[in-house]
């Protein structure tokens, strides 16, 4: 019996570091392509559509002027651009930093949010900018985001010259990157599993998730659909999934780049990760019983992904470490130890070779001191996502029990950030 549930284990591990694999493959594939049509989609640029730009702002004093800047130099036609900061419920100066742009720049302007959508989180505060604003394209960056100056241009552009997308998501880069060990760590993730991930799945599937930042939608859609869902703690995966329902896909476009503040210490990063992970099994739970009658069959895919992740895989994770820890004080039959040692090594040198390709689409990531880091991280950094996932399923099985409301979650800032992104 043991046995069986460890070669069970081994399958499910197994499954998802090949699919990984063949992401990976699809994503560099895509990083060689995609530029090329941008020399013709640029001749369909000559009347731009208006566009409304949202930046949700909660107590973000540290780094909304460094927001704010890249915003004012942003590539865009200015008679057809507004940014709209919305301030929820800030105690600090975000709304008086915010209201000094809004003097200089007629484009830049400030709201604040009112009963009963105050403080109530991210995707309230998204759909107050949705009432009080006109653009037919809705961009949204976080109040932490320096977009590079031509990152709005080139999400319109995705846009503009693909009529069957109802959305246009670029890359983030990690701004923090050197600051600390974790900040190295999260640098590395964001590149293999959120960049080249994005872009595997695009290539070989033509599917694409909405991120939390940095992505363009069309106003009817986001109308048809009735904003954002206020009970999401991942309200960009929630989206994207009554995105395709209604038909349409998804552009993934790396071309738009932001950067982005993330965690440097381990108590953030567990606050912001749970809020991710309960978000995205939210999202599981939520359209798993509607998952035959979905309209679009391609995003059954992604649904199933999703549940691979963050159910199966998981469990596939916790199992065999269990089965091998009790193993190592109990006689539980266990006899699968060689295949087991020689299986975790080849897991290893997959994941080392899949990072390591990866980081080398980015050049100034491509070093010896990244290559101790993944090593390490593969040790510390990855095994703490397992503990993390079966913490945020608990909890998020009590908040479907408990009914609790959704409030801000809003991940700690650390410093000023530099102008890196908007130069």
């Not at 701004?175 to 293999?192: G, K, S």
């Not at 193993?327 to 994941?351: P, S």
Request: proline share 3%; charged share 20%.
């Amino acid at each position: 019996m043991a046995n069986t549930l460890f070669f069970i284990s081994l399958f499910l591990i197994w499954i998802m570091l090949l699919y990984h694999m063949f992401l990976m493959e699809g994503g560099y594939l895509h990083f060689r392509t995609f530029e090329k049509p941008i020399d013709d989609w640029a001749k369909k640029m000559d009347k731009v559509p208006s566009v409304s730009v949202f930046i949700p702002a909660h107590n973000e004093a540290l780094v909304i002027e460094q927001t704010l800047r890249a915003m004012s130099r942003l590539y865009y036609p200015k008679d057809q651009l507004e940014v709209i900061v919305i301030n929820d419920n800030s105690s600090d100066e975000t709304g008086a930093i915010a209201a000094r742009y809004a003097e200089k720049f007629p484009f830049i302007r400030v709201i604040e949010t009112v009963e009963p959508n105050k403080g109530k989180g991210k995707s309230s505060a998204l759909n107050s900018a949705l009432a009080d604003s006109t653009g037919d394209i809705v961009v949204v960056y976080d109040a932490d985001n320096t977009p590079e100056r031509m990152a709005v241009w080139y999400l319109v552009m995705g846009l503009m010259n693909d009529p069957k997308a109802a959305a246009t998501v670029g890359k983030f880069r990690v701004i923090n990157a050197a600051e600390t060990w974790l900040t190295r760590f999260i640098n590395i993730e964001t590149i293999c599993f959120q960049w080249m991930a994005q872009g595997g799945r695009w290539k070989w599937f033509k599917v694409a998730t909405i991120p939390g930042t940095n992505f363009a939608i069309r106003r009817t859609v986001l109308e048809q659909l009735g904003g954002w869902d206020v009970k999401a703690l991942a309200e960009d995966t929630e989206l994207t999934i009554r995105v395709y329902n209604l038909g349409y896909h998804i552009r993934f476009f790396p071309k738009a780049i932001t950067w982005e503040q993330e965690p440097e210490t381990l108590k953030v990063w567990w606050k912001q990760r749970t809020r991710w992970a309960r978000g995205n099994q939210y999202v599981v739970l939520k359209f798993l019983s509607q998952f035959f009658t979905l309209k679009r069959k391609s995003i059954m895919f992604d649904l199933f992904y999703f549940f691979f992740t963050y159910f199966l895989f998981f469990f596939g994770v916790i199992l065999s470490n269990a089965l091998f820890i009790i193993n190592l004080f109990y006689d539980i039959g266990l006899t699968v130890g060689d295949i087991a040692l020689v299986l975790w090594v080849l897991a290893f040198l997959l994941f080392l070779g899949e990072v390591m390709i990866t980081l080398s689409i980015e050049k100034t990531e491509m070093n010896r001191k990244n290559f101790f880091y993944v090593i390490l991280m593969y040790f510390t950094y990855s095994q703490m996502w397992i503990v993390l996932v079966v913490w945020s399923l608990l909890l998020e099985i009590k908040r479907m029990f408990t009914g609790q409301e959704v409030q801000w979650y809003k991940t700690e800032r650390f410093s000023k950030q530099s102008d890196k992104g908007a130069e």
